[in-house]
């Protein structure tokens, strides 16, 4: 049995899953927890109300990602009352300073009870990632770097850089979330949208600092021109579209009004990608394959009009597909 006690553990966890496509039996031990620290005036002993709304963004995060895993959809609307009652987090101001911590072992804790029922090491892993998403320094420092890319901050790229500058550990550690995260939503579709809700949480949580001297989050400082310059408000522009094409398999498709929403999971590298098929203008036969496809987890070779935010998919459309030797 394995104990994880710190965030090096969780990571070997992800990468010995990563290899190996399985998970020995683990308990928790002190692990996961969001540390925050803010120095500035009115910050003694207490948190905002600012900073309140953002911690219950985290707690939005959390509950979708629970409703993700154990109900299949990404909505906390379908957790019942002793669910979300179970999953709810507890912050604790240490007194006569600044430091407050998160104990996120409430959505742990929730999974085991899923675990037992399903014997899935797909939802360890699950739970894993997702408390990493918040509280890894290498994935924060994407997502700063991701809010620098959207608020076009070039001219204090320096100042900006000096935060998100990513170690070779770190960069690893990134693709193996990347990775870890592919594979998990090949059986949980609905939480390949759990990364965009928690950048979101991150960069409310740093918009609610806006007039702190410093902050160090889960062991990643900013000072107080660093947290000006990504608390700024995003300006509106376009997200900017690519079309990317290759082959995937179809992890799920759900019937709407002109076609189908489909979940698709790159071969190559696990990616998964949310994508909207209308099928009112493609030949009956070509629709009939792919959904053949589908049951039979074949390969489908597509073209996809996607856009990026945040550095994560949050948009796609099928332009064109070709089923893979699956010819009726």
């Not at 675990?115 to 360890?124: E, I, R, Y």
């Not at 960069?171 to 990347?178: A, H, K, M, V, W």
């Not at 949480?201 to 918009?207: G, H, P």
């Not at 702190?212 to 947290?227: E, H, P, Y």
Request: positive net charge; charged residues 25%; glycine residues 4%.
């Amino acid at each position: 049995m394995k104990e994880i006690q710190n965030e090096a553990d969780a990571w070997e966890l992800v990468s010995n899953f990563v290899a190996t496509g399985t998970v020995e039996r683990v308990v928790f031990s002190g692990w996961p927890r969001m540390a925050i620290s803010v120095k500035g005036p009115g910050y003694e002993s207490s948190i905002s109300a600012a900073q309140m709304d953002a911690l219950l963004g985290f707690q939005t995060a959390v509950n979708r990602a629970y409703a993700a895993i154990a109900k299949g959809h990404f909505d906390a609307r379908y957790l019942t009352d002793d669910e979300a009652s179970d999953l709810e987090l507890r912050t604790k101001v240490k007194k006569g300073s600044s430091i407050f911590e998160t104990d996120l072992s409430p959505l742990i804790q929730a999974l085991s009870v899923a675990v037992k029922s399903a014997n899935s090491d797909l939802l360890v892993v699950a739970a894993v990632l997702v408390c990493l998403g918040i509280t890894a320094p290498a994935i924060l420092k994407r997502i700063y770097d991701g809010r620098a890319e959207e608020l076009r901050l070039k001219n204090e790229g320096a100042l900006i850089s000096a935060v998100t500058n990513r170690n070779t550990d770190e960069r690893n550690q990134e693709r193996l979330f990347d990775k870890a995260l592919g594979r998990v939503s090949k059986k949980y579709p609905a939480l390949a949208a759990i990364t965009l809700h928690l950048n979101k949480a991150q960069v409310q949580l740093i918009d609610s600092m806006h007039d702190a001297d410093s902050a160090t989050i889960s062991g990643v400082t900013l000072g107080r021109d660093q947290i000006e310059t990504l608390s700024k408000r995003r300006p509106r522009r376009k997200h900017y579209q690519q079309i990317l094409k290759g082959d995937f398999e179809i992890s799920a498709m759900t019937k709407r009004q002109k076609g189908y929403r489909l979940t698709l999971v790159e071969i190559d590298t696990d990616v998964a990608i949310i994508a909207d098929l209308d099928t009112t203008s493609i030949a009956e036969i070509k629709v009939t394959r792919l959904l053949r496809a589908f049951r039979e987890s074949s390969p489908v070779w597509f073209a996809i009009n996607i856009r990026r935010s945040d550095q994560s998919i949050i948009k796609g459309a099928v332009e064109d597909f070709q089923v893979r030797n699956n010819a009726p």
